[in-house]
Each structure stands twice: as structure tokens, then as C-alpha cells.
């Protein structure tokens, strides 16, 4: 095991763990953002840089400070490692930079982007991203490519986070024909020429993809998700390997579409087939479980009627104790 203190909160884990997950251990503020780090993902991470964090004191045997910042989902813990996040002024300027660099290509579409509301980048830019951009370059542009008939690829708004090319690679079936293209500023997803990728779990690219870049053909511009109303449901799915829980994302009577289950670090918990997500969007198909409890602080929890219960229970307990003060009195 390895002590460690990341923003002055002690911990203990597993030798191995990376400081990223010695946080996520712990959670709250000192939990560096991900852009391309997923736990079920082997091989992610590493890629996007929003996770730097400094490492003031190395371990135990050798405290010398590591010359530069490190990315933490890839750097594991010492016994003795001290790491600052956000209590140094270092990594919050490095992140700004990072998150300047990840919108030079990026377009300012959200008003129009199905992602708005749950985007890892939207929220990464309103805590850490400067107000205005200095690029004064064209932006790249891509066309919209289909791939397969369900999802549709908006190039523009990619990160190169290389996250569905994992879920091509490890959860998806068949032969891998999805991955990255070129390099540097030329670097693009492509499935091969085009190839549509058939395979069962190929809308779990969706899920774990950060932006906008890949989106549900199905429920394209359905509506914006703040409006929808998000339930746990589950089936009793055909498929072996799939476990039927998802969230249904409602509205009124209708579901617009179906994910996959997310932690509070946006990660699915579970993956699911393509029939759950495209083929079953009638309420009879599913067995409602109730209202999903979404962590993290996104406009999706303005309109939770959940809230609303917790304000109405506060509003009881504080009259009951209001009643026997007076009854005291
Ligand atoms: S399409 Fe999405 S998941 Fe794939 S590399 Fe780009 S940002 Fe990442
Ligand atoms: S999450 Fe660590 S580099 Fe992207």
C-alpha cells in the first residue's frame, strides 16, 4: 500500500494505482478532469492533458519534486507522494492552456450540439477555459460522416481523445474498422473508407465519447437533454452480453433515446447492445425503475423534480422543529 496526500487529503491505495484513481478514490474537488481517461477502457488516457496535476514531493525515499507537471491518469502513486491539483496556481494556468488548445479546432456550436448539457469539454471550459480564444486561424472542417446507419460523426467538434476507437477495438465485435487517420493537426477518425461498423456495441462510442463529436441517429436533435427526463430502466435483453440496465431519457410519453448507466465521472458502468439503445424506444419495452440521480453538477439536474422533494422534506422538517420550539416556548 502507499500513503499519499493530493490537496492535503491523506489517503492509502493499492501500490499501482495512479494518482488519478487515488482521488477518484477519495472524490470531491481534488479529482483532476478526463478527458480521455476511462476506467473501462484498457489503454486510455494520456492523450488529452486535462488531467495534469504537480508532484511536489516524489515519495518517501526520494522527495525531490518531479521536474514538470505529469499527467495523473497515467503516473501511479509512491508511498510518501505529495500532489497538488487544484490548490496549485501551476496546474490551473497549464489546464487553461490545455483547454485553449482542445477549442482551437473546437467549434462554439453548443447552442445547436446534442451534447450541450452533458459535454465533458462544455464543463471543463466554464471551470477552467479562458472567456475569449487568441486563435485567429480557420478552424478545421470536416463533412458529417455516417457511421453505420445508427451514429453520425461530426468530425469538427472531435478532441482525439481515442476513446471510441477503443470501443471499436474491446467492446465492439468483429474486425476493427474504426480508429485515427493521419497525424497532428491532420489527425481524424475514420472507419476505413467509410466501412459501417456492424457490430453490436458499436453505440457505445456514443456513451464514451466526450463532445459531440459522435452522436445517436435516432435521436438527433430530439430535443435539448435539460428538457427530457432521465429514469433508470431495464430489459430482459437477448443479448448475453448486454445487460439490459440503461436510462431512458423521456419526454412526456415518449422516449427520445437510451444510454448506457454513467457514473459520476461520466463513465457508463455497463456496456449495452445496439438493440437496447436504437430498436426500444416504446415504455412498454422497459420496466421504469424511477428517476436517475444525476451527480455531476450539470444543467440536467435544474428541472429535477427530485429537488423539488428535498426542498418539500427541508420545508416539513423545519416547520415540525419550528412547531415544537414554539410548543417549548
Ligand atoms: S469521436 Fe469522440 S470519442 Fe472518438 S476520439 Fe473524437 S472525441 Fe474521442
Ligand atoms: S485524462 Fe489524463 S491525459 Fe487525458
Not at 163 to 189: K, S, W
Amino acid at each position: 500500500m502507499a500513503k499519499v496526500t493530493i490537496d492535503g487529503v491523506e489517503m492509502e491505495v493499492p501500490d499501482g494505482t495512479t494518482i488519478l484513481n487515488a482521488a477518484r478514490s477519495v472524490g470531491g474537488d481534488i479529482v483532476p478532469p478526463a478527458m480521455c481517461y476511462y476506467s473501462k477502457l484498457e489503454g486510455s488516457g494520456g492523450k488529452c492533458r486535462t488531467c495534469l496535476v504537480k508532484v511536489s514531493q516524489g515519495s518517501t525515499n526520494d522527495p525531490r519534486p518531479m521536474p514538470k507537471l505529469v499527467p495523473s491518469c497515467r503516473t501511479t502513486v509512491m508511498d510518501g507522494m505529495v500532489v497538488e491539483n487544484i490548490t496549485s496556481p501551476e496546474v490551473l494556468e497549464a489546464r487553461k492552456g490545455v483547454v485553449e488548445f482542445l477549442l482551437i479546432n473546437h467549434p462554439l456550436d453548443c447552442p445547436i450540439c446534442d451534447q450541450a448539457g452533458e459535454c465533458d469539454l462544455q464543463n471543463l471550459g466554464y471551470k477552467h477555459g479562458a472567456a475569449a480564444t487568441r486563435y485567429e486561424e480557420e478552424r478545421r472542417t470536416y463533412k458529417k460522416i455516417d457511421i453505420g446507419d445508427k451514429i453520425k460523426l461530426h468530425m469538427d467538434r472531435c478532441i482525439l481523445c481515442y476513446r471510441c476507437t477503443y470501443v471499436a477495438d474491446q467492446v465492439a465485435d468483429g474486425d476493427r474498422c474504426h480508429g485515427i487517420i493521419n497525424r497532428g493537426d491532420h489527425a481524424e477518425i475514420s472507419t476505413y473508407i467509410e466501412k459501417a461498423i456492424d457490430s453490436d456495441f458499436s453505440g457505445n462510442m456514443i456513451d464514451v465519447c466526450p463532445v459531440g463529436a459522435l452522436t445517436d441517429k435516432t435521436a438527433r436533435f430530439g430535443s435539448r437533454v435539460w428538457f427530457t427526463k432521465p429514469m433508470d430502466a431495464h430489459r430482459d435483453c437477448e443479448n448475453p452480453k448486454c445487460s439490459g440496465k440503461v436510462v431512458v431519457w423521456e419526454k412526456g410519453e415518449e422516449i427520445l433515446r437510451v444510454t448506457g448507466r454513467k457514473d459520476a465521472y461520466h463513465e457508463v458502468e455497463e456496456f449495452i447492445c445496439n438493440t437496447c439503445r436504437f430498436e426500444k424506444k416504446k415504455v412498454s419495452d422497459w420496466v421504469i425503475e424511477g428517476p436517475r440521480h444525476i451527480n455531476n453538477k450539470s444543467v440536467i439536474s435544474a428541472n429535477h423534480y427530485e429537488h423539488l422533494k428535498d426542498i418539500k422534506e427541508d420545508i416539513e422538517k423545519y416547520q415540525k422543529q419550528v412547531a415544537a420550539n414554539i410548543n417549548k416556548a
